[in-house]
Structures are given as structure tokens and as C-alpha cells.
């Protein structure tokens, strides 16, 4: 199976800052990737597809990217309903699987 | 709007079975692949299995083959889940989720969740 793997596991940030997570694949996945995010006790949302596609009504401060096997979400210009943790999931191929998530915290 | 309304989820003892069910609504049940997902307490999300748009084509994960069981009812917009021989670390969340109109795989809506708790 693929593996992806998410840097850092936790990040504090704050309110108007810009930052990034990182999501590095075992073996190369094209360009079908996928982040979510996700709040306590809720599900995950979709926010981007196919790397750096952003779902319907997803802000635009979300962004994404790549280079060979490695994938970014970059979140420009914090806002106080970022605070989550976001993961990444791949489908190449079955099975599926998500990175470890990224625990962003306020700072 | 598309909903997904997961039940089922509860308290079960170890080598018992359980089974879930998500009901669908706001778009076509039966032009759609299905999946479920899961997350233990605390922890990342693991996908489980895929159903098919038309039931024909499953795959599970290897942590659940040969245990767990995936189906649908187009009749009544259901999916479901049986679980049996079930292990402590079947504890989890039990999300269903919808998978995209074009691209297999892609996860675009999810329900809320069960949880399900294998406990003596």
C-alpha cells in the first residue's frame, strides 16, 4: 500500500500567519491527492482535489501544491475556523490511505 | 444536499457481530461508489472497504477482509456494513462517505459518523 507521511504532526500558529503541511508519498500518485480537514468531533470535509482543485465554496486563502512526490497545503492568512487537523489521502489505487494528520493549533 | 445518516454503532463483545447501515439522500444512490472509513479514538482516519456504484465490485482493506462486509440497497438508498469476528481494534468511528461522480476514490461527502466499541 502507499504510504503517505504528513509533516509536522502538530503546528501552533496564529491568527494571520501563513502556513504549510507537508505530504510525502511512498511511490508516486499522479496528481490524486486530496486534503481534508477536519474539526473535533466532526467529520472530515473535502477541501482540495487532484492537488490544488479547491471543493465549491472553499476559501481561497487554501491552496495547494507539488513537486515529484511531495504535496503542500499552504493556508494563507490564518483565520480562527482553520484551527484543525488536516490530512491527506491518495487514490491512485486501492487501497486508500490518508497521511497521519496535521494538528493545527492556536498559538 | 447530499446526507449521509449513519445507526447501528454500539457497545459489542469481542468474536460478536455488528451491523451498520447509512441511509442516502440528495443525489443518486444508484450511480454512486460508497465507502466506509473509520478512525479509532485519538486517532487518524483508515479507509475500510469500497462498494461499487451498482454493488458488482468491492475491495476492503486488509485489516477487515474476510470479516467485515459491504452492500447496498438501491431500493431504499442503504448501505450497509456487517461486521463480524469483532476485535478490540474494531473500536472506531464508522464514517460512510460518498464517493465523487468522476473521480474513484476521491471522498466528497461523509456522514457523521457511529461509533462502534468492541468491549467485554
Known amino acids: 500500500a502507499i504510504q503517505l507521511t504528513q509533516s509536522p504532526s502538530s503546528l501552533s500558529a496564529s491568527v494571520g500567519d501563513r502556513v504549510t503541511i507537508t505530504c510525502r508519498a511512498s511511490?508516486?500518485?499522479?496528481?490524486?491527492l486530496a486534503w481534508y480537514q477536519q474539526k473535533p468531533g466532526k467529520a472530515p470535509e473535502l477541501l482540495i482535489y487532484?492537488?490544488?482543485n479547491l471543493k465549491s465554496g472553499v476559501p481561497s486563502r487554501f491552496s495547494g501544491y507539488m513537486s515529484g512526490t511531495d504535496f503542500t497545503l499552504a493556508i494563507s492568512s490564518l483565520q480562527p475556523e482553520d484551527f484543525a487537523t488536516y490530512y491527506c489521502?491518495?487514490?491512485?489505487?486501492?487501497?486508500?490511505?490518508f497521511g497521519q494528520g496535521t494538528r493545527l493549533e492556536i498559538k | 444536499q447530499v446526507k449521509l445518516v449513519e445507526s447501528g454503532g454500539g457497545v459489542v463483545q469481542p468474536g460478536k457481530s455488528l451491523r451498520l447501515s447509512c441511509a442516502a439522500s440528495?443525489?443518486?444512490?444508484?450511480?454512486?461508489?460508497m465507502h466506509w472509513v473509520r478512525q479509532a479514538p485519538g486517532k487518524g482516519l483508515e479507509w475500510v472497504a469500497v462498494?461499487?456504484?451498482?454493488?458488482?465490485?468491492?475491495v476492503y482493506a486488509d485489516s477487515v477482509k474476510g470479516r467485515f462486509t459491504m452492500s447496498r440497497d438501491t431500493s431504499n438508498n442503504t448501505l450497509y456494513l456487517q461486521m463480524n469476528s469483532l476485535r478490540a481494534e474494531d473500536t472506531a468511528v464508522y464514517y460512510c462517505?460518498?464517493?465523487?461522480?468522476?473521480?474513484?476514490?476521491?471522498?466528497?461527502?461523509w456522514g457523521q459518523g457511529t461509533l462502534v466499541t468492541v468491549s467485554s
Open positions: 462517505a460518498k464517493n465523487d461522480d468522476v473521480r474513484d476514490g476521491l471522498i466528497d461527502y
Open positions: 440528495g443525489f443518486t444512490f444508484s450511480n454512486t461508489g
Open positions: 462498494i461499487s456504484f451498482n454493488g458488482g465490485h468491492k
Open positions: 511511490q508516486g500518485v499522479s496528481s490524486a
Open positions: 487532484d492537488v490544488f
Open positions: 489521502q491518495h487514490f491512485t489505487i486501492y487501497p486508500l490511505t
